[in-house]
């Protein structure tokens, strides 16, 4: 039987492999060639580790959903970025930096980014109940061993 330790150790690591995956995809810029490879690679990354938690067709579709969601969410994030470059531009040339502006600014941005972070936290949720415990542990010990220059 896993302890509680156990499992919210392995969601952890699931949760750490999950992120690198959608941040790694996040770092990739705008569309393109880098965006895609991005989004390749941290596909990729995902499905490396799922293979030793041998997960059926059905956990896989369901898994993929999740993924989706999630790099959909970045994606439209990203669709914005310009726009914010304009608009902190714009703050930075002005004479006198508005205070109102410049709170509005920020708490546009940051509510954008806990929606992206929503999205990401409910697709770790969904990937979580999709597994089983095994499962959950099998992935968590890919993590360990694979996190690269991440800490490992």
């Given at each position: 039987?896993?302890?509680r330790?156990t499992?919210?150790?392995?969601?952890?690591?699931?949760?750490a492999?999950?992120?690198?995956?959608?941040?790694a995809?996040?770092?990739g810029?705008?569309?393109?060639?880098r965006?895609?490879m991005?989004?390749?690679?941290?596909?990729?990354?995902?499905?490396?580790?799922l293979e030793?938690?041998q997960?059926?067709?059905?956990?896989r579709?369901?898994?993929?959903?999740?993924r989706d969601?999630?790099?959909?969410?970045?994606?439209a994030?990203?669709q914005?970025r310009?726009?914010?470059?304009a608009?902190?531009?714009?703050?930075?040339e002005?004479?006198?930096?508005?205070a109102?502006r410049?709170?509005?600014f920020?708490?546009?941005?940051?509510?954008?980014?806990?929606?992206?972070?929503?999205?990401i936290?409910?697709?770790?949720?969904?990937?979580h109940?999709v597994?089983?415990p095994?499962?959950r542990?099998?992935?968590?010990?890919w993590i360990?061993?694979h996190?690269?220059?991440?800490?490992?």
């Open positions: 039987m896993l302890s330790r499992i919210l150790g392995s969601v952890a690591v699931l949760a492999g999950l992120i690198t995956g959608v941040a995809f996040a770092q810029g705008g569309p393109g060639f965006h895609g991005m989004k390749r690679m941290a596909t990729a990354m995902i499905d490396e580790a030793p938690a997960v059926t067709p059905e956990q579709v369901k898994i993929y959903a999740a969601r999630a790099f959909a969410a970045v994606e994030q990203h914005t310009k726009g914010h470059m608009e902190a531009l714009a703050l930075f002005a004479d006198v930096v508005d109102g410049l709170a509005a920020r708490s546009q941005h940051e509510a954008e980014h806990r929606q992206v972070a929503d999205v936290t409910q697709s770790l949720t969904e990937v109940d597994l089983t095994v499962q542990k099998a992935v968590a010990d360990r061993n996190r690269g220059g991440h800490g490992g």
